[in-house]
């Protein structure tokens, strides 16, 4: 997911759009670029590699700063191509056609193929510049810019937001979407376009969003707006509440309140161009990702801390979804204990700031790895993965490398083979919550890629999943809604020093991560185990001082997880149970349930029955009097041992 900014104005649109940008890097991109229509009708570009003050310096130490009032914007995170700045957008084909895309172009190699064929010239790897030459070619045989895009749509097959700027109409800018959000931002004689309403916030609040399909016709006076099936229609304008500071508290007491959320926006921001109607675009992972992925008979996750359960939640789903072995690792024990690596492995790594020192040092010692002839601790294994063999003794290792983060230009993404940025936005609280989500959404996404790719699911599976997250946001939202009901309950830890945290299959990492939140902000004592395992020692814990905080998902495990609970009632345990509607245990003596969501699956359900955890830990953090934000001896990255 990059960033548009675009406009229409009678006034010089250089430093809104470079205001838009700016309002856009709490994403973070590695190049930025932008394109005016100038006084002579001519495209002035200005690209450049960084940030966006990279960009700014560059127009400000030009002798000849551009100027227009016309143009578009974009800030770029690489899939298709390296960072550079020829890849950079906008793209200009011929001089007469400049475009700004998010998304990806799937069948860009064919396209590519056929422009080719007819002479086009390629100067970037983007998918993008096949959508610039793709407008120009049916601008040839076209009235207005407008029927050239909507000519030129037809033939892209996977997700785009574009906006478009031409020569031959200075007067119009032209957007369209389909699978990446997009804009409009209505003002007094002028208009503008954006990814984002955070963008447009300083020029105007009042918006209309695009819907899927659209193509919008853009001058300064007019909007005219266009559906799937080329009929003019109407769509709504909206004032924005969106504060105009992306990291300011707004209405909420603590970043970490205000972060807990934000959950349903930050997964459909990571799901952005990422999924389409019923498929998962495996090239979200990269323009290698599937060439990469193909030959894949294990995984590896190394991670820390909050990330570490993320990929223990995807460990059951890599081996219980598609049946591909899947190992988990804290960082900080792996890169120490000498491991057996084995060749055809996916070495993924997981991190919120993508500078958490331990998990950087694995793969740096992976890629050294990788780099000299391999020794005994790198060996073969058998197509299912399980069985080691001889040693290798040649070079060309199989191990790619991927980062998931939430931070781009972060040392993690720059040292992988495959970056996967989580769109989580900035997360100012040291407890992690959202980043915690969107690493969920992106291994759940990632699973559905190495499994088709390796065609170890079915496209029944694929859409089952993928009509799953679409439904997330909407889950989340509903969990969210008992926090009234939360509050009730964390009046009760007000004495307490100690918990206990139960769950079952993927509930078990869910309740580690519980419980970690608790001991994070609360500074309560609290412990998870698998629910199977009290009788191995847990019991003997339980008393009525000791809570005890339970996930009972409407699954497999329920019965088994019920004559778990009873046994802590037995012994006069109190249980709090955070359940699915269907799983029926019902409010009694000693039991306190929320019935905290419904209708979620294998992938939904842990994501949403962490909800609540938050919600819980954050208000009993209230009620001991605790730095939220803040807690005492953490930080938010850990950038050392």
């Known amino acids: ?226 559906n799937a099936k080329g009929q003019k229609v109407a769509r709504e304008v909206k004032q924005s509440s969106v504060s105009m500071h992306a990291i300011e508290l707004g209405e909420h007491r603590h970043y970490m309140h205000k972060e807990i959320f934000e959950q349903p926006q930050a997964v459909t921001d990571t799901l952005e161009g990422r999924i389409t109607q019923d498929h998962v675009l495996v090239s979200a992972f990269g323009h290698e990702a599937e060439t990469l992925f193909e030959s894949i008979q294990q995984v590896q996750i190394i991670a820390c801390g909050t990330s570490y359960h993320a990929g223990l939640v995807a460990k059951y789903w890599f081996e219980d979804i598609i049946g591909l072995p899947c190992q988990v690792e804290v960082a900080s024990e792996y890169r120490y204990r000498n491991p057996v690596v084995l060749n055809n492995t996916l070495f993924v790594t997981i991190s919120q700031s993508g500078e958490t020192a331990d998990t950087l040092a694995a793969l740096q010692q992976i890629k050294q790895l990788k780099a000299k002839t391999p020794s005994r601790h790198v060996q073969t294994s058998s197509s299912s993965g399980l069985t080691r063999g001889s040693p290798i003794h040649k070079t060309g ?63 029944t599976q694929e859409c089952k999943i993928v009509h799953g997250l679409q439904k997330l946001p909407g889950l989340l939202q509903k969990a969210l809604t008992h926090e009234d009901s939360i509050k009730e309950i964390a009046q009760g830890f007000a004495d307490k020093t100690s918990a206990l945290f139960l769950g079952r299959g993927t509930m078990f990492p869910i309740a580690l991560e519980g419980a970690l939140k608790l001991k994070e902000i609360s500074y309560i004592h609290a412990e998870a185990y698998p629910a199977g395992e009290l009788k191995h020692g847990p019991l003997a814990l339980i008393d009525e001082h000791i809570p005890v905080i339970a996930i009972a998902p409407h699954d497999d495990l329920l019965e088994k997880l019920k004559s778990n609970l009873q046994e802590v009632k037995a012994r006069g345990g109190q249980m709090i149970v955070f359940e699915d509607e269907k799983s029926c245990i019902g409010s009694e003596e000693g039991f306190e349930v929320i019935k905290a969501t419904s209708n979620v699956g294998r992938i939904t359900a842990p994501i949403t029955f962490n909800i609540p955890l938050q919600l819980l830990s954050y208000h009993v953090a209230l009620i001991k009097g605790t730095d939220v934000d803040q807690p005492r001896n953490l930080a938010k990255s850990v950038t050392v041992e």
């Open 397 to 459: 290792l199989n191990i790619p490398t991927l980062s998931i983060c939430n931070v781009p230009e972060s040392s993690l993404t720059r040292e992988s083979d495959l970056t996967f940025l989580t769109h989580a936005g900035p997360e100012i609280g040291v407890a992690s919550t959202k980043a915690f989500t969107t690493q969920l959404v992106a291994l759940s996404l990632l699973v559905t890629a190495v499994g088709k790719t390796l065609n170890l699911m079915s496209e």
């Open 1 to 226: 997911m990059c960033g548009i900014v675009g406009g229409i104005a009678e006034r010089n649109l250089v430093p809104i759009l470079l205001e838009g940008l700016k309002r856009l890097e709490y994403r973070g991109y590695d190049s930025s670029g932008i394109a005016v229509l100038d006084s002579n009708q001519g495209i002035q570009r200005v690209r450049a590699l960084g940030k966006i003050k990279s960009l700014e310096q560059k127009i400000q130490l030009d002798e000849s700063p551009i100027s227009g009032q016309v143009g578009i914007a974009h800030t770029r995170w690489a899939t298709h191509g390296i960072p550079a700045e020829n890849n950079a957008h906008p793209h200009i084909c011929n001089n007469e056609v400049a475009v700004v895309h998010n998304g990806i172009i799937e069948n860009y190699q064919a396209l590519k193929q056929l422009q080719l064929e007819k002479g086009y010239r390629f100067t970037s790897e983007t998918d993008t510049e096949v959508v610039a030459h793709c407008i120009h070619k049916q601008l040839q045989n076209s009235e207005t810019l407008l029927e050239a895009v909507q000519k030129a749509i037809v033939h892209f097959e996977g997700a785009y937001a574009i906006g478009v700027v031409s020569v031959h109409e200075p007067d119009t800018l032209i957007a369209a979407r389909k699978g990446s959000p997009l804009v409009i931002g209505v003002g007094i004689g002028e208009h503008f376009i954006a990814s984002d309403v955070s963008a447009l916030l300083p020029v105007t609040q009042n918006f209309i969003f695009l819907e899927e399909g659209d193509v919008a016709e853009i001058k300064r006076d007019s909007v005219e707006i266009f």
